[in-house]
Every structure is written in C-alpha cells, then in structure tokens.
C-alpha cells in the first residue's frame, strides 16, 4: 500500500509498513517464471526451523538463522554474492529451553544503514550493515520468567517496535519500542494489568462497548492472574504513516485451561492500535475474548485501501486464528466484515453489531474433559506463517492450515520459566484430509477466489509481485510460483528440507530479479523433524506430531537459502 523507498529492496519482513508483501518488480512474470534458475545457494549449516524474511538493502542481503541467530551478510554488488561479514551475537543457551515452538527467528529489519534482531535470549541489537560490528544491545526480559524473542522487529519513527513471546509459560505480554539510534527503551505497553502499564489514557476510544472500561487489565481476570496472564506480542507489527498508528496482537491468555481464569483476560488474543510515539493505545478489539483454543490474536493486520459498498475505506485484513478473516476499518477498529476462512465448529460467526465472537458452547473445554472436533484446532485456520496482499489482483494469498484436534483439560500450578498449559491436544487432519491451505481471498466479495490443497499445513509466508506471481513454500520441499489471478502452478524447484521461511524478492545492482527463500523445516508443525520428536507420543510438541508423523519420510532437517533468477548465477 505505502510504496516502499526502492522498490528494489525488501528492508523489513513485510516489505513495506503495511505488511502487503507486494513487489511492483515485474521482470519474472507468469509467461517466465518457469526460467527461473538457481543463482546461490548457501547451507546454513543449522537445523532448526528458519523462518526468516531475507532483507535486501544497501546490496546486501542479511539472513538471520533460528538460535544461536548468526547474521549472515551477501554482497550483492559482486558476482555470485559473497558473504561480506557474519555477526554472532552468542546468545545464552538456556533460553532454547524456553522456547514454546522450536527455536526460530522470524528476520530482522532495515533503517538508516542499521540492521536490527532480536536473539533469542530477549536482546535486541543494532549492527552497522557496512561492517556487521555491534552499535548496541539492549536486554529486554528474562529467561527465567519463560521470556523469549522470536518475532521479527519493525521500524517507525526512528523506533524499532519488539514484542516478546512465552504465552504458554505465563508469560505477562509486552510491546515496546527502543530509540533506533541508541537503543534506549522509550516506552514499554503490557497487555495485562493496570491502565496505566498498558499505556491506556484519555483518547483510547475501542469502537465496541465490550472493550471499554477502567483497569480491565485487571478486572477481567481472577485475582492476580493477569501477572501471569500471557498476551505476548509475537507477530508482525504493521504501521500507517498516515494515520500514525501501529497494529498487532497479542496471543493467548494463560493458562490455556479457561476454567482457570473466568472472565474475558483483557488485552490478550485481541489487536490493538498504538502511537508510536508514546505506545498509548487508541483502540483494541477483542477477537476472541475469553480465548478458550489458544487461538490468540497475534496474526498480522495488512494495511489496505479498499473501495468498500461504494465508499473509499481505510481497512487492515486480518486472517485470525479463531478462522475469520476480518476487514476492520483501521482509523476506528470497527469490524466491516467477519467471514470464516477455514472449517469451523468452535462459533457460529461474528455480531458485527457488538464485535462479539460467538462461541460454540458444546466445543468449550472442561476441566477434567476430552473436548473433541475442535476446529480449527490450536494453530488456527492459520498460524504465524504471513499472507501477501496484490493492489493488482485485489486478492490477499493466506498460507494456512486444516487441522481439528481433541483436547484433554486439567489444572495447573504456575511455576516460572515452566510451562502453564493444562491442556493436552491431539491435532489430525479438518474436513478433506490435505492439512495444508494456500487460499487468494477476496475481502470485497468476501469469498475465496481460488484454492489449492497442499498434502502438509503451508507453514510458510506468501509473496506476491507485479508480474502476478506468487510464491510459497510446503514443508516437504516445494518452493512453487502460481499464477496471482487463478493458482495455476507455473514452477516449483524441489529444496533440500521442507520450507516455512517467507519469501521476498528484490533487484540486485545489475539489474536483474531475485527471489530468495529460507529452506529448513521446523516452527511448531515441524517440530517433529527439527526436534526429532518421537511420533509414538500423539501429545508431543504440542500435540501436532499427531498430525505429521509422515513428515520425516517427506523431509529432513537442514538450513538453506536459495536465491533464484531468469539468468541463474549473479555475474
Ligand atoms: O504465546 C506465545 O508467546 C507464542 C510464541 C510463539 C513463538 O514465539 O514462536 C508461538 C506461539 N505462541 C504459538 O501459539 C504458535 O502457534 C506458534 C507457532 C510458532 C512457529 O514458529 O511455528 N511459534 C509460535
């Protein structure tokens, strides 16, 4: 939506501050793309899930590796793009431990000639891109308390935005913002508590009146739960210039027993918008209040204008979790529409007139019970994996997830740094079998135009560009472009591990196209590869190895970055 400074480069995970991931490059095109040849190729030499955006700037490109999140720098102005320098930033091991779902890293982000990442063990660091040396580094949380930083960070005015992660130890969720140029934290907003640690003042205005009150960081919340309430801010963070605002969710309440905390935890699984100067809130809508499936509201907001029943608006999509695709006009947080995306039985739809989800009370966990035919299971309809926006198609491509699971329920004690569940889930296929989605949804006509089922969940991001070409990966190995207008599949190159990295694509110094991709199975749906789970056990890693324990024979482990053009190897 807002044009990028060089439509050459891809300076954060989502390209542009809307998060569209659209490149207006358009030399590799539906008529060519079936051309594309390997131009690099450099293992990683790293095992877990990567599931890095590449970031090209200043011709470079940087690539940041799940733990012990080395930074690798390409040349891009020299033939066959060199590696220019690598940075490790030798975080503390232990924080592997606490990481919920593999120990991954979503990409770090551009400005001014900085690089910015987040490491694992809760730092973030700002290197100069010319030489890879370290300008400085700033601790933002603690391992012990089940702290972690997976996220990939975003920019605006001069502030890099970071949000932690541990939902599933009890974690109690931030956003916060550090100066861009010393890496001093200029504000921090929590998602629980006091209004006043949530950064809600005077003009915080949420369009539903189920949202609005004083302290609800407490009040929704029984006793002092909220200090171990979860709502962690995992997810992309986009942001309009234009109206000065940034959007994103916060994840789940903890624990994910909802016997356990009666009440609606307010902020958690929910999307806010805040300035980023100060962080005050200005509006928040609860996508799913009393999260009662892990459903959290962390999905990213892309930022779109759409001419919507004859008016111009100013809207962000919002695939969720829960299985709807939101259309939320993004100047006052009302919801335009809330179409479901995915199979569902735990609701019955939105009210568009109180924002209310309205839950399906047969499919809400018990204490002591086995809930079944929950779908979408926990990862939702889709989880972290990002979709792409064309301004051409008018389409939004959601790589997503079929999958429904049983879930047994019972209570449990808060002990820090540990997990503070009480659930155990057993995911399988949804409807139809294929666990893997890759939909082109039209948010006006709120119906998808097109679909392909996919044999594994598309743990990947979505790319698409100006040649209508879009790209995604599957986790047994296919790197594929289809057709933007109606998923005809016009090439796939077969990697050598399964892909849930996200695509980008740029034009380096000589002119040509590029589009690069991570390679290297993992994330929360391959951690039975990554973590060489044993696939006897149906609850491991969650409950998903129930659901992929044909993944090993379709993949194996291993980090690579392959880069593709028309004319192969850059000369
Ligand atoms: O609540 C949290 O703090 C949190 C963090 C993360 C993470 O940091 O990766 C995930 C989740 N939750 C989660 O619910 C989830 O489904 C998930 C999948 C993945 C992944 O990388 O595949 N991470 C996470």
Redesign the pocket.
């Known amino acids: 939506q807002q044009p990028a400074a060089d439509a050459g480069d891809w300076p954060t995970a989502g390209k542009d501050p809307g998060l569209t991931r659209f490149s207006s490059l358009a030399q590799i095109n539906a008529g060519n793309v079936a051309q594309l040849k390997l131009a690099l190729h450099f293992p990683t030499g790293n095992d877990r899930?990567h599931?890095a955006a590449p970031i090209i700037a200043d011709n470079t490109m940087l690539v940041v590796t799940p733990f012990p999140n080395v930074v690798y720098a390409f040349d891009l102005a020299k033939p066959g793009f060199p590696l220019k320098w690598t940075y490790d930033p030798k975080p503390e091991r232990s924080s592997q431990g606490v990481?919920?779902?593999?120990t991954?890293n979503r990409g770090g982000a551009y400005a001014d000639g900085r690089f910015f990442l987040n490491t694992l063990d809760n730092n973030t660091i700002a290197l100069d891109v010319k030489t890879g040396k370290e300008l400085w580094r700033t601790k933002l949380g603690e391992i012990k308390d089940g702290q972690?930083l997976?996220?990939a960070p975003q920019v605006a005015k001069g502030k890099v935005i970071v949000g932690?992660?541990?939902?599933?130890l009890g974690?109690r969720?931030w956003l916060t913002a550090l100066d861009a140029a010393t890496g001093r934290i200029v504000w921090r907003a929590y998602a629980t508590g006091p209004d006043k640690d949530v950064l809600i003042g005077p003009n915080f205005k949420p369009f539903y009146a189920a949202d609005r009150g004083t302290d609800l960081g407490v009040k929704t919340w029984p006793g002092e739960g909220w200090k171990i309430g979860?709502g962690?801010a995992?997810g992309f963070v986009s942001y309009d210039p234009e109206q000065d605002l940034l959007y994103y969710g916060t994840?789940?309440p903890g624990p994910w027993n909802p016997d356990q905390r009666p009440g609606d935890n307010k902020y958690t699984s929910g999307i806010f918008a805040r300035r980023p100067d100060t962080g005050e809130a200005v509006w928040y809508y609860q996508t799913s209040p009393h999260d009662l499936h892990?459903y959290?509201g962390?999905n990213e907001s892309v930022l779109v204008d759409l001419d919507w029943q004859g008016t111009r608006r100013k809207v962000l999509l919002h695939p969720d979790r829960n299985g709807y695709l939101y259309v939320m006009d993004r100047t006052t947080g009302q919801v335009l529409a809330a179409t479901p995306y995915g199979y569902t039985t735990t609701s019955s739809g939105v009210d568009l007139q109180t924002g209310a989800l309205r839950y399906n009370p047969a499919k809400t966990p018990r204490t002591g019970e086995t809930t079944r035919s929950i779908c979408p299971g926990?990862?939702g309809a889709k989880?972290?994996q990002p979709s792409a926006w064309s301004p051409r198609t008018k389409l939004l491509y959601i790589p997503h997830q079929n999958l429904c699971q049983d879930a047994i329920t019972y209570e449990v004690s808060y002990i820090a740094g540990t997990p503070f569940v009480g659930v155990d889930l057993k995911l399988y296929p949804g409807p139809g079998g294929n666990r893997g989605l890759f939909t082109a949804w039209d948010p006006v006509n709120q119906r998808k135009a097109w679909q392909i089922d996919e044999k594994f969940p598309v743990?990947s991001g979505a790319l698409v560009t100006a040649g209508d070409v879009v790209f995604y990966g599957t986790m047994d190995g296919y790197f594929k472009a289809v057709d933007a207008r109606n998923g005809h599949l016009l090439w796939q190159f077969k990697g050598e591990s399964g892909i849930?990295g996200q695509p980008v694509t740029f034009r380096g110094p000589d002119g040509q196209q590029y589009v690069a991709v991570l390679a290297g199975v993992g994330?929360?749906?391959g951690a039975i590869v990554s973590g060489g789970l044993d696939p006897r056990d149906a609850t491991a890693g969650g409950g998903f190895v129930n659901a992929m324990r044909d993944l090993p024979s379709a993949t194996r482990k291993g980090g690579h970055l392959y880069v593709f053009s028309l004319n192969g190897a850059a000369k």
């Open positions: 899930g599931e990481a919920c779902c593999d991954v972690t997976t996220m932690n992660s541990g939902g599933e974690v969720g979860g962690t995992w994840s789940n892990d959290d962390v926990s990862p989880d972290w743990w849930i994330g929360w749906a």
